[in-house]
């Protein structure tokens, strides 16, 4: 059964950080990119981060810059969103998708995970 499951979110603070995992199974990250995507209420689903399926090459947007990193763990079948020195304009629904293409738009994603809530909030 092909799955993504992701996990990780909850309510912080800000400044503070998070972790958000993505788990996937039936196909390895050798053969899928992930890409981390968020959509704050009101908001249209936005990419954040992607990682090629070797994870030698990642990329971010502009807002996450110098706080987010992803990495991948290909024996775990898992990559990570690693959040630092949240703000409460990262409070969303964050999901994972994979795609054969690094970093390709979001039509182009075979599978998607159900989503984790990330709010930061005093």
């Known amino acids: 059964q092909l799955q993504v499951v992701e996990s990780g979110g909850g309510l912080v603070q800000p400044g503070e950080s998070l972790r958000l995992s993505c788990a996937v199974s039936g196909f390895t990250l050798d053969d899928y990119a992930i890409g981390w995507f968020r959509q704050a209420p009101g908001k249209e689903r936005e990419g954040v981060s992607c990682?090629?399926?070797?994870?030698?090459?990642?990329n971010f947007i502009d807002s996450v810059k110098g706080r987010f990193t992803i990495f991948n763990d290909h024996a775990k079948n898992t990559v990570y969103l690693q959040m630092n020195s949240l703000t409460p304009e990262d409070t969303a629904v964050y999901y994972c998708g994979a795609s054969q293409w690094y970093c390709s738009r979001q039509t182009n994603y075979d599978y998607w995970g159900q989503g984790t809530q990330v709010t930061v909030s005093s």
């Open positions: 990682i090629s399926s070797s994870g030698s090459a990642t």
